[in-house]
């Protein structure tokens, strides 16, 4: 976590949205939030201490008896307002996250599209609550269950997607009748503010949705609260880890998303200009600052791979990166923060020591005239699986080819990384691509599709320590997460039976 600074006064001050309004509480520690094209301030972020945080869970506390008692239909048409209110401000909201996050404009939107998405999921409620019944599951007895609201819920983001995440969680849990505390990252906190600002204008009582923003201190009283019922997080594995055992160890149901090593195996039969193609945007934009990006092709011999870096090279050599605010057509932008820019070039390093081949190495390349936090991309042949760049997470613009022999040894490989986030095959073979889903160990899989990211109307997340907790993000799992289910036996006079009886019940 970057160090706490004093920031000059000339910048705006975030503090946090607390019942329905912006609150500051200074607390004396406070974070930098840079533009990172430019590397200028833009804003100071408070960091919330315990009291602040436990401010924002009460407010939530009071606010969810009568959030509860609103119908869903009347939850779900918050959330068309919502989504009405998002459309209107779509563009602020996406130049918002360019200045705070560096991803080009064009990926801003896409990010805001896929937000947007699970919004228009959430206006679905009244359907997805319905819950289910059974008529007769005895003489005169009938069986239903519903799905009744956990709680207070909170939700832990990182700084890739400032808007995209928070959505994730959020909608779903607003719309199942729970009340909800932001803790956005301390690196991009404005778009989050923004949008419980919005949820206020489209009609959800005060203390429905709040924000706090900070770090370990205020996360620590989340999890260890007695008033939160429910936790959502998206971030680094460590961090990941932590969130589960800790706030599992204080009763609360936890689902807590890690960090990512995507492979991309690309057979002999894929069409390779259309892998290449693939292969550029899925680990190259957003600067590799994604949890879905692919960091390793995967050549399924050495003929393919050949081809493949031959083809590549030119154009990662070449990717626009630039200012995605003030340059059109840009491939990619900076890094978040100069810390994790040092971090990315330290991989970079690392990889030529461990004997990897630079076949384009991004340090090289000259931003002249820029004070931003860019790199160039990188491009490592010959990487081998014992290699660090290959088992760690970079999260950054770097792309390992890892050659194998054949689909057996590819499929292999993928199943013994400690991550399971993505992963896509390229082929024109249906049986390989068929046998391929049921094989890999991997929770999103894509065919001939780099970066398979389920819609809001499925489940968003990965396997082994990608994921800790059994249920994923937005979809059937986001509704079977924030809700708690009931079910309700009912046998009505007719049938009322009279005597006790100290056996089994059964229905007959
Ligand atoms: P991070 O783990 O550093 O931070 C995530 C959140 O945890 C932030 O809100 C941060 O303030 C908080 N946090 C950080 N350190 C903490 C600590 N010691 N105790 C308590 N809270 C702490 O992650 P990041 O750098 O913001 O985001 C990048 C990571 O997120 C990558 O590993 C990426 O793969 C992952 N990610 C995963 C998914 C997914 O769906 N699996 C999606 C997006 C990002």
Request: net charge negative; proline share 6%; hydrophobic share 40%.
């Amino acid at each position: 976590m970057s160090q706490v600074r004093t920031v000059s006064e000339s910048v705006p001050h975030i503090y946090h949205y607390i019942n329905g309004q912006k609150v500051e509480r200074d607390t004396g520690r406070s974070l930098e939030v840079h533009n990172p094209a430019s590397g200028e301030v833009t804003a100071s972020v408070a960091l919330a201490d315990a009291a602040t945080t436990r401010e924002a869970i009460q407010a939530a506390k009071d606010a969810l008896p009568a959030w509860q008692a609103v119908t869903p239909l009347n939850r779900a048409r918050v959330m068309f307002r919502y989504k009405a209110l998002i459309e209107k401000h779509f563009e602020e909201i996406a130049q918002l996250i360019t200045r705070e996050h560096g991803k080009v404009i064009e990926d801003a939107r896409g990010e805001l599209t896929r937000g947007l998405e699970i919004v228009e999921f959430a206006c679905g409620a009244p359907h997805l609550l319905k819950g289910e019944h059974s008529l007769n599951v005895g003489g005169s007895v009938d069986s239903h269950s519903m799905m009744q609201p956990v709680g207070v819920c909170a939700g832990i983001t990182p700084f890739n997607f400032p808007a995209m995440v928070p959505m994730w969680m959020f909608p779903v849990a607003l719309v199942c009748g729970n009340t909800f505390v932001l803790k956005p990252s301390e690196k991009d906190p404005s778009v989050p503010m923004y949008l419980a600002e919005l949820m206020k204008e489209a009609g959800a009582p005060d203390g429905v949705l709040n924000v706090v923003n900070g770090d370990k201190e205020s996360v620590d009283t989340l999890l260890t609260d007695p008033d939160v019922s429910a936790i959502s997080f998206v971030g680094s594995t460590p961090i990941a880890e932590y969130i589960y055992s800790t706030g599992c160890a204080h009763g609360k149901r936890v689902q807590a998303l890690g960090g990512a090593k995507n492979h991309m195996a690309i057979m002999p039969d894929a069409d390779l200009d259309g892998a290449v193609e693939a292969l550029l945007g899925a680990a190259y934009g957003s600067a590799g600052e994604r949890c879905m990006a692919i960091s390793v092709a995967v050549a399924v011999g050495d003929e393919v791979a050949d081809k493949l870096v031959e083809k590549l090279k030119p154009r990662v050599e070449n990717l626009k990166i630039g200012d995605g605010l003030a340059e059109k057509g840009l491939e990619m932008g900076p890094l978040v923060t100069r810390e994790h820019m040092d971090k990315v070039r330290s991989y970079m390093d690392l990889g030529e020591q461990e004997g990897a081949t630079a076949v384009v190495d991004g340090r090289k390349r000259e931003f002249q005239g820029k004070n931003g936090y860019f790199l160039g991309g990188t491009l490592f042949d010959h990487v081998k699986p014992d290699m660090r760049i290959y088992k760690e997470e970079i999260f950054g613009p770097v792309l390992c080819v890892v050659r194998v022999p054949d689909y057996e040894s590819a499929v292999k490989l993928i199943n013994e990384h400690e991550f399971g986030n993505g992963t896509a095959i390229f082929t024109r073979d249906g049986d390989a691509a068929r046998q391929f889903t049921t094989d890999i160990q991997v929770g999103m899989v894509g065919v001939n599709v780099p970066i398979p990211v389920p819609m809001a109307f499925h489940s968003f997340g990965g396997w082994k320590r990608s994921l800790f907790g059994p249920l994923h993000m937005h979809g059937p799992d986001g509704i079977r997460f924030y809700t708690k289910m009931k079910t309700v036996t009912a046998r009505w006079p007719k049938g009322v039976r009279s005597g006790s009886a100290f056996t089994m019940p059964t229905m007959e």
